[in-house]
């Protein structure tokens, strides 16, 4: 079974390389085509060299077992480019094929173009050709730039977004609260101890009341859970810092991850609540854990109402959540502010457009979201899961000021 699936995910960069092998090289220039072959050769057997470390994971072990895949980020990005590039060859010779088949039905005919001398004219051959090339260089140069900037993009510092949140109920005592708003770390291969120790300084730096972390702490293996715990144990707030679970702790090892997460000073809400009292007032930190049956958007209800059932009715309440789909549950109960991670911005967006790769999983993407007197803020979250790269979705730490409106 392991075979096959190499074989699936090996054929598009096969057929990809000999459709170029076959279609780039100009006719009209013969001596070039070998140039042109054997720099094809160069590139695909640079970008693709480090299937071998895989295909020896994925045959022999575990395609998440500890070790370096060399050049793992642009190989990532190398085959995403792949995929897409032929997707859109397909759709280019399906396009022509029904193009053929209704002129067929018609009863068209094709157009030869004929030349001064009565013999017939290559140059719509020559066109494609030429066309094809231009269009196989300007993709390929547009797609690493873009791949080198989304790799930078996902090993940079986050920024911070500053925002104001307003609540009509917000008790006097909480008037000015500042809260820092942290999640997807993903420490791991792609998120090691120097970059989260940058994350931390960035993050201290805030000077916030208070630090919500909205999960995936960790990616995958518990080895890289001390990393997480001698720099994150830096991170400090008056307040405390107050975590959930997300999805990725729980692949990594949920007790494991608890563990670590206390050892590193923080306290843990997982279908708990953390009380907060100023001044007479009570502020409650609210967490789920992530659902074991996830479906897309999942309001997570049962969860939502356990957790909200020993909160009392004058509490102003905080639901971390790592997944934004319980804002549909935390706003029908009037729960002023959600905070969640998970989608991390899609990773990949289309500006302008304003499509991203997040909206093929939820509808809560990323940013600020209102309800009635409900809100929810969707962090881009620090780290990355799958392609280690971020283009037009940078990574982020969010800085509220809660308001009495």
Known sequence: MALIYLVLFLTPQVVL????????????????????????????????????????????????????IPMLAPWLAWQLLGWVFLALVSLYIGGKALVWLVRRRRGGRTVVLVGADGKSAPHSLISRRRFLARATYAYGATGLTLAGYGIESARGLPGVTQRVLTFPDLPSAFDGLTILHVSDVHAGQFMGRDQMQEVVARASAQHA???????????????????????????????????????????????????????????????????????????????????????????????????????????FTILLAHRPGAFDTARQRRVPLTLSGHIHG????????????????????????????????????????????????????????????
Not at 48 to 61: Q, T
Not at 359 to 364: E, G, H, R
């Open 17 to 68: 390389f000999r459709y170029l092998w076959v279609r780039l090289p100009d006719p009209r220039v013969p001596a070039r085509t070998w140039i042109v072959r054997v720099v094809l050769t160069l590139v695909f057997a640079l970008f693709n060299f480090p299937w071998i470390f895989v295909a020896r994971r994925v045959l022999f072990g575990s395609m998440w077992s500890g070790g370096v």
């Open 209 to 315: 009341d208070l630090v919500l972390q909205t999960g995936d702490m960790i990616d995958y293996s518990p080895s890289y859970i001390p990393e997480y715990v001698r720099t994150f144990r830096d991170l400090s707030a008056p307040l405390g810092v107050i975590t959930c679970l997300g999805n990725h702790d729980l692949y990594t090892g949920a007790d494991k991850v608890i563990k670590g997460v206390r050892d590193a000073g923080q306290i843990l809400v997982r279908g708990e609540t953390h009380f907060i009292e100023r001044s007479g007032s009570t502020l409650a930190i609210a967490g789920v854990d992530d659902p074991d049956n996830w479906v897309y958007d999942d309001p997570q209800t049962v969860a939502v109402d356990r957790v909200l059932r020993g909160i009392p009715a004058d509490a």
């Open 346 to 405: 899609g990773q990949i967006a289309i500006p302008l457009v304003g499509w991203s790769a997040g909206q093929l999983i939820t509808k809560y993407v990323a940013g600020h979201f209102a309800s009635g007197q409900s809100q929810l803020y969707v962090s881009r979250g620090i780290g990355v899961v799958g392609v280690p790269i971020r283009v037009f979705v940078p990574p982020e730490l969010a800085l509220f000021t809660l308001r009495r409106a």
